[in-house]
């Protein structure tokens, strides 16, 4: 058996992912929903499944470090197969103590003769019994923050390289060392809640809070969102804080017309059409017809009649059946995704540092496209979910320059009390899990003069 195939097994699925995100830079999330679908788990071993594969992406660098220290060669030179075995195994071994190291490693031995690496079962034991005895002895040792405060944000910080050293530049050492460590542990379930629920009814159902800048957020669900019976019933929208304040800043007004660039898989388009009711109209652009699917599920199950998916590559400019300008257009561009390493762990192995400029090229020419068609006095949104220079203030200022017609507006009037806060001197809702506890993101309000 080839170690690409996939055994039907919480530890099965939590492998495939891991080489699947290694082998092919898949995304996570859909690598982990098709072997899911595939294995057809129970409940329970669904959820170890998703623990295992998202905490290992998580902690990464922390369990490579870990793991070297246990070897008697660079853990690189290790063949990439039996990596992902072992940090299987370490991430069990370090982070989930209620697992009985003997079982640990008996059931890692187990994988490797399953998936085809019969001949690393004997040096898997040895790595991780050793590891093992190296955690018992407080043996494991990581760069010390003060002197090397990359390596140590590389190592225990569990970031590439490339991305620690962005980080301690732009942040600062200390700041930067946080968001590792925000990024290092699970994101809060959170949701936000439809015109169908009730707040405070929604929170008492998952066991959650009300947010603190989200008007209509309720986040660390202890249950499941998903799972849980208001989700049927369309009561709440699966959905980060930070998320939730971009639509607030379109000012969006019922029997509006609103235009959503990127749109997929949907969250900002159907809450943007519970803000314009049901003589508003928001269409919803998408240029990947898989992922316009997920806009139109999104809609039935709300019961929002107001949405109008349409396939559309927006860089390339839209037509929309005659009506040729609109007051309200959001373009939450497509992007490294660097704000959401906690939600999207496999982010910070999957995005290489070419990657950024790509995205924020990219990103440009969407909104310099989007920007034709907003009328005189109306509304243009760029939001992203990262925080790179270049995504964000490097991509709203070049298109500030060569479009003087365009300026920025205040969008503190458009955001809850609490949420001001988070605005910036510049006028950009900036937003870190570090400092927020919600993902990082930023956006601004442009307004056509």
Not at 144 to 154: A, K, N
Not at 224 to 239: I, K, N, T
Request: aromatic share 6%.
């Amino acid at each position: 058996m080839s170690s690409s195939e996939l055994i039907p097994s919480a530890r099965g699925v939590a492998f495939h992912v891991l080489e699947r995100v290694e082998r092919d830079r898949a995304f996570a999330d859909l690598a982990l929903h098709a072997a899911l679908e595939t294995a057809r788990l129970e409940r329970r071993d669904r959820g170890f499944a998703t623990e295992l594969a998202y905490g290992t992406l998580r902690l990464r660098g922390r369990l490579d470090t870990a793991l070297g220290q246990s070897l008697d060669r660079p853990f690189g030179r290790v063949e990439p197969a039996v990596r992902n075995l072992l940090r299987l195994g370490a991430y069990q071994l370090l982070c989930l103590p209620n697992i009985p190291d003997a079982a640990v490693v008996d059931e890692s031995v187990s994988l490797a003769r399953k998936v085809g690496l019969e001949r690393a079962t004997g040096f898997a034991n040895a790595v991780l019994r050793g590891l093992a005895r190296k955690r018992d002895a407080n043996g494991i040792v990581y760069p010390d923050f003060t002197s090397d405060p990359v390596g140590h944000l590389e190592s225990y910080g569990s970031l590439p390289r490339w991305l620690a050293e962005r980080l301690v530049d732009q942040l600062g050492p200390d700041d930067a060392r946080a968001f590792a460590l925000a990024c290092a542990e699970a994101p809060p379930r959170t949701v936000r809640v439809t015109a169908r629920g009730d707040r405070d009814a929604v929170a008492q159902l998952l066991g959650g809070r009300p947010t603190r800048f989200a008007p209509r957020g309720v986040t660390n669900a202890a249950l499941d969102p998903v799972r849980a019976e208001g989700f049927d019933r369309g009561e709440y929208v699966v959905q980060d804080e930070a998320s939730q304040l971009v639509p607030l800043l379109l000012g969006a007004e019922p029997d509006d017309t609103v235009v959503d660039c990127c749109a997929a898989p949907g969250a900002k388009a159907v809450q943007l059409a519970e803000q314009v009711g049901p003589r508003g109209e928001v269409i919803a652009l998408e240029l990947h017809r898989p992922r316009l699917a997920l806009i139109h599920s999104a809609a039935r199950r709300l019961g929002l009649s107001n949405l109008r998916p349409l396939e559309r590559d927006v860089a390339q400019g839209f037509d929309l059946q005659g009506q040729r300008f609109f007051r309200r257009i959001l373009v939450d561009a497509p992007c490294s995704g660097l704000g959401t390493l906690r939600r999207n762990p496999d982010a910070r192995w999957r995005v290489r540092p070419e990657d950024v400029a790509r995205a924020a090229t990219s990103a440009e020419s969407i909104l310099v496209s989007a920007a034709r068609y907003v009328e005189e006095g109306g509304v243009l949104v760029y939001s992203v979910c990262t925080f790179t220079a270049e995504e964000t203030t490097g991509v709203t200022q070049r298109f500030l320059e060569s479009h003087p017609d365009f300026r920025v507006d205040d969008p503190r009037p458009f955001l809850p009390e609490a949420a001001r806060a988070l605005v910036t001197a510049a006028n950009a809702l900036e937003t870190w899990p570090q400092r927020d506890g919600c993902d990082g993101f930023y956006a601004l309000r442009l307004v056509r003069k």
